[in-house]
């Protein structure tokens, strides 16, 4: 089975900065079935990166993924102040099964 | 619009059952692949089942043999039975559509299992 690591657990931030945060995974994941997802507080996840790269509908440009076999990346350019909340990578492990990471929290510093 | 309206949470005892429903508009559930995931207070996000074609279905080993996901086509509704409940299924559940990955989601419905 494989596992989904995510760093760092918590990223202190200001509005306007970048932020970079990693999904590890134990094995090798086809880029087609990996997955970004944003969650803000009382809310459902909402996905942001099919495919590894691709961004969902409706989602800002300042989003980016980028990585292939077990690093993925997700990137955002410029922090807004409704960016901060907790980010999901998730795989599809066949089976079919999804597994997701433990998650990546963006706070205001 | 997509639409994925969740019912059905409830404080439960250990042991107890539970049925959860899940709404659809906009598309139908017939011709999609339908997940539930959940979350336990504070913690990440697990899958927990899944159907597509009707009759295909699929578990987390954490509830197999306890619960069962089912739809109802006339009402476009997707449900997960949820049998001899632990305190370790306490958790908001969220259904989701898409095969690969979750493209809609629902606002989710707390489940509590405590006595």
């Known amino acids: 089975e494989i596992v989904l690591t995510q760093s760092p657990g918590t990223l202190s931030l200001s509005p306007g900065e970048g932020a970079t945060l990693s999904c590890r995974a134990s094995?090798?994941?086809?880029?087609?079935?990996l997955a970004w997802y944003q969650q803000r507080p009382g809310q459902a996840p909402r996905l942001l990166i099919y495919?590894?790269?691709s961004r969902a509908t409706g989602i800002p440009d300042r989003f980016s993924g980028s990585g292939s076999g077990t690093d993925f990346t997700l990137t955002i350019s410029r922090l807004e102040p409704e960016d901060f909340a907790v980010y999901y990578c998730q795989q599809y492990g066949g089976s079919p099964k999804w597994t997701f990471g433990q998650g990546t929290k963006v706070e205001i510093k | 619009e997509v639409q994925l309206v969740e019912s059905g949470g409830a404080l439960v005892q250990p042991g107890g059952s539970l049925r959860l429903s899940c709404a659809a508009s906009?598309?139908?559930?017939?011709?999609?692949?339908m997940s539930w995931v959940r979350q336990a207070p504070g913690k990440g996000l697990e899958w927990v089942s899944l159907i597509y074609g009707g009759t295909n279905t699929y578990y987390a080993d954490s509830v197999k043999g306890r619960f069962t996901i089912s739809r109802d086509i006339s009402k476009n509704t997707l449900y997960l039975q949820m049998n001899s409940l632990r305190a370790e299924d306490t958790a908001v559940y969220y259904c989701?559509?898409?095969?690969?990955?979750?493209?809609?989601w629902g606002q989710g419905t707390l489940v509590t299992v405590s006595s």
């Open positions: 989701a559509t898409g095969r690969y990955y979750g493209d809609y």
């Open positions: 094995q090798s994941v086809s880029s087609t079935y």
């Open positions: 495919g590894a790269s």
């Open positions: 906009g598309f139908t559930v017939s011709g999609n692949y």
